[in-house]
């Protein structure tokens, strides 16, 4: 059974901290990893997506990928109250699969 | 506007009464998905499909049935619907072709069966 582990949280931090959550895999085929926003009742959006192994930027977030130890990461610099939100990581379900794999979400609060 | 359409956002029904979920995308996408997500539980897909007249069952099928007949749309049937199967309903389509592709989803359908 592939699996997508994340802290289900509640993860809190002060407005303009920096925000990290996190995701292990299981399946060492995996080769496309996605981070979705979820706002309660709402379908998740696209944040980022990263393949290769280390950081990428797109404005205050940053993915990390280190496919050795099968972790990708999530990066929110600047926290504001707007990014407070479920933040789901998906996996593609192994080489050359279509499928994704969800993880149950991490459920972040940023206090003003 | 490229988008997922799901109808109807919400929806409450009684137990045995057969329900459609309709869902088309407008991205001419061969891969679309139906999950389900309750609380604690995360997002589990329901049924997905890769192409016209090709589907496959998802984590949980069981009550669900799919049809895939166009390109753009994939309706989610229960033929007789339980309190169990009441839930938040997404739809969802991606290309084939790159598996770096991300999935689009719709608005979400929220069902309550009683």
């Known amino acids: 059974q592939k699996e997508v582990e994340q802290n289900s949280g509640p993860l809190s931090v002060p407005e303009g901290a920096i925000a990290s959550l996190n995701c292990t895999y299981s399946d060492r085929g995996s080769q496309s990893f996605f981070w979705y926003r979820q706002y309660s009742g709402k379908s998740p959006e696209l944040i980022m997506s990263i393949y290769s192994n280390g950081d990428k930027e797109d404005g205050r977030f940053t993915a990390q990928l280190n496919k050795a130890s099968q972790y990708v990461s999530l990066l929110i610099r600047d926290s504001q109250p707007s990014d407070s939100a479920t933040y789901l990581c998906a996996v593609n379900s192994g080489a050359g699969s279509y499928q994704l794999t969800f993880g149950k979400g991490t459920k972040l609060s940023v206090i003003p | 506007e490229a988008q997922v359409t799901q109808n109807p956002r919400y929806l409450i029904t009684v137990t045995g009464k057969k329900l459609t979920v309709t869902c088309s995308q407008n991205m001419n996408h061969e891969y679309m998905s139906w999950y389900r997500q309750d609380p604690g539980l995360g997002l589990r897909q329901i049924y997905y499909?890769?192409?016209?007249?090709?589907?496959d069952k998802g984590d949980v099928p069981e009550g669900y049935k799919v049809s895939r007949k166009e390109k753009r749309n994939f309706p989610l049937i229960l033929e007789s619907p339980s309190p169990n199967q009441t839930s938040l309903y997404f739809c969802?389509?991606?290309?084939?072709?790159?598996?770096?592709?991300?999935?689009?989803f719709g608005n979400g359908t929220r069902l309550t069966v009683t």
């Open positions: 969802a389509s991606r290309p084939l072709g790159r598996t770096n592709s991300p999935l689009h």
């Open positions: 499909s890769m192409n016209v007249e090709v589907t």
